[in-house]
Nanobody, 128 residues
Framework: QVQLAESGGGLVQAGGSLRLSCTAS?????????????MGWFRQASGTEREFVGT???????YYADSVKGRFTISRDNAKMTVYLQMNTLESEDTAVYYC?????????????????WGQGTQVTVSS
């Protein structure tokens, strides 16, 4: 089985920063290491659909939504089986539940349908 556990969410003032972490565990990652997966971040604000934030490929390439480009950075530490989302210059519009996800088959997937595994999410609230 697979587990993705997000952490690092919380309340922050506009203009501030947060770093989210997503740690992977489970037998699936033992047999096929997390280093082989694209890891994505998505977010879902209340009453809206889940939207793409960014993704990192197995070889470290990244791709971001226009709304976060230049403010958010994704990185990965495969030895720790952890992916990070560094969020700077946060805006009230960034308030949402943030989810990480894993995709075994693609380099830079951007659609929720492309991801195989999901975490439970962590709340980020930005006060203005």
């Amino acid at each position: 089985q697979v587990q993705l556990a997000e952490s690092g969410g919380g309340l922050v003032q506009a203009g501030g920063s947060l770093r989210l972490s997503c740690t992977a565990s489970g037998r699936t990652f033992t047999n096929y290491p997390m280093s082989n997966y694209a890891m994505g971040w998505f977010r879902q604000a209340s009453g809206t659909e889940r939207e793409f934030v960014g993704t990192i490929s197995p070889n470290g390439g990244t791709y971001y939504a226009d709304s976060v480009k230049g403010r958010f950075t994704i990185s990965r530490d495969n030895a720790k089986m952890t992916v990070y989302l560094q969020m700077n210059t946060l805006e009230s519009e960034d308030t949402a539940v943030y989810y990480c996800a894993a995709d075994r088959w693609r380099a830079l997937p951007t659609s929720t349908r492309e991801y195989d595994y999901w975490g439970q999410g962590t709340q980020v609230t930005v006060s203005s």
